[in-house]
């Protein structure tokens, strides 16, 4: 490569376009086929903006407390990253992972992002996999904490909640075996390589394994201390939805912050990108009969724009900046790795 090319970062236009397409889609089914379009726009004018720009804010501020759950573990591998850094990178993060399926696509940005800042890209990998794992149980354990406590549901609720709940149990279960494998992999990696395999892919691999048992063996409170702050960041990013529907007086208390981190739960597991489509049938199913139609329609306006289309204009800007910003300095092939050494 002629070190005067630069490198193209390509920005996910199809799927920031199929991401768009397919929820204004269920937008547009829930308002024309489901409610009046008029009443609609009239009950947005109404809506208490306290409560829309303080959902908008525990939204944004998670991004903060999200940037330290990996900046935790960034600090075990013996790297500190500014928590300003690490947040402005989730913002961007965020973006990637509302356009891509399974809310999969932030990852390789911040693995990118802590390379850039000279850490292996083995290391980055498992800090980034390690801070995915802790938020995973985080976000089932806050699931099985607040389903496990809810009382009064309504009868028609119960049953689904109580399948949400065993869900959640299951996931924790699969989630710790997991972690046990990863542990306990240096055998299995051992009898892979068995013959002494000392190519590119198996010795970063074989780092990949170390830093992973470096992280949850060694440094064990640093990833306590990251799936803490992983609860706490759902607790804050959930704070949004319940606060949305604060404003329209449904349900108690506990049993409302229940129904947002049932909102939350389901775009992660959507191969939809965003969720698109899964979250508005979630709300219909669960307001339907607590909220009329141009009530719910209202609601699922105002969501939409709070945990999606505002961050995904918040994020694109700052991942477009990094984008710039990266492609003028970028790390060719030819040059020294600047991670060894």
């Known amino acids: 490569m002629d070190k005067s090319e630069k490198f193209a970062w390509r920005i996910p236009w199809k799927g920031i376009a199929l991401t768009f397409m397919v929820s204004m889609?269920?937008?547009?089914?829930?308002?024309?086929?489901?409610?009046?379009?008029?009443?609609?726009?009239q009950e947005l004018g109404e809506y208490p903006l306290t409560y829309f720009f303080g959902a908008l804010f525990f939204v944004l501020a998670a991004w903060v407390v999200d940037g330290q759950r990996i900046g935790t573990l960034a600090k075990a591998a013996g790297h500190d990253v500014p928590w300003w850094q690490m947040a402005i990178t989730l913002g961007a993060a965020n973006f990637l992972t509302l356009v891509t399926p399974f809310a999969g696509g932030g990852g390789a940005l911040v693995v990118y992002f802590l390379y850039r800042r000279g850490l292996k890209g083995s290391t980055a990998t498992a800090i980034v996999m390690a801070g995915g794992l802790a938020g995973q149980l985080?976000?089932?354990?806050?699931?099985?904490?607040?389903?496990?406590?809810?009382?009064?549901?309504?009868?028609?609720?119960?049953?689904?909640?109580?399948?949400?709940?065993?869900?959640?149990?299951?996931?924790?279960?699969?989630?710790?075996?997991?972690?046990?494998?990863?542990?306990?992999?240096?055998?299995?990696?051992?009898?892979?390589?068995?013959?002494?395999?000392?190519?590119?892919?198996?010795?970063?691999?074989?780092?990949?394994?170390?830093?992973?048992?470096?992280?949850?063996?060694?440094?064990?409170?640093?990833f306590l201390k990251c799936f803490a702050i992983a609860f706490f960041y759902y607790v804050v990013y959930f704070t949004g939805s319940f606060l949305l529907l604060s404003g329209f007086g449904v349900y108690s208390?506990?049993?409302?912050?229940?129904?947002?981190?049932?909102?939350?739960?389901?775009?992660?597991?959507?191969?939809?990108?965003?969720?698109?489509?899964?979250?508005?049938?979630?709300?219909?199913?669960?307001?339907?009969?607590?909220?009329?139609?141009?009530?719910?329609?209202?609601?699922?306006?105002?969501?939409r724009s709070v945990v999606f289309y505002i961050p995904i204009v918040l994020g694109g800007t700052i991942f477009a900046l990094m984008a710039m910003k990266w492609a003028s300095k970028v790390i060719l092939p030819e040059e020294p790795d600047h991670t060894k050494g």
């Open 25 to 41: 889609s269920a937008l547009v089914i829930v308002v024309w086929k489901m409610a009046n379009p008029t009443r609609v726009l």
């Open 138 to 222: 985080s976000l089932a354990s806050l699931g099985l904490l607040v389903f496990s406590t809810l009382k009064n549901v309504p009868p028609d609720l119960a049953s689904y909640i109580n399948g949400v709940r065993i869900g959640a149990l299951l996931y924790i279960a699969v989630l710790i075996t997991l972690l046990v494998l990863i542990v306990r992999s240096k055998r299995f990696f051992k009898w892979i390589f068995r013959r002494k395999d000392q190519s590119r892919p198996a010795v970063w691999i074989e780092e990949f394994r170390e830093s992973m048992y470096y992280i949850f063996v060694r440094r064990g409170p640093y």
């Open 253 to 303: 208390p506990w049993l409302r912050y229940g129904i947002a981190v049932l909102f939350g739960i389901a775009p992660v597991f959507s191969p939809i990108p965003g969720g698109a489509g899964v979250a508005e049938g979630i709300a219909w199913f669960v307001l339907d009969g607590v909220l009329t139609a141009d009530l719910l329609s209202t609601f699922i306006v105002l969501w």
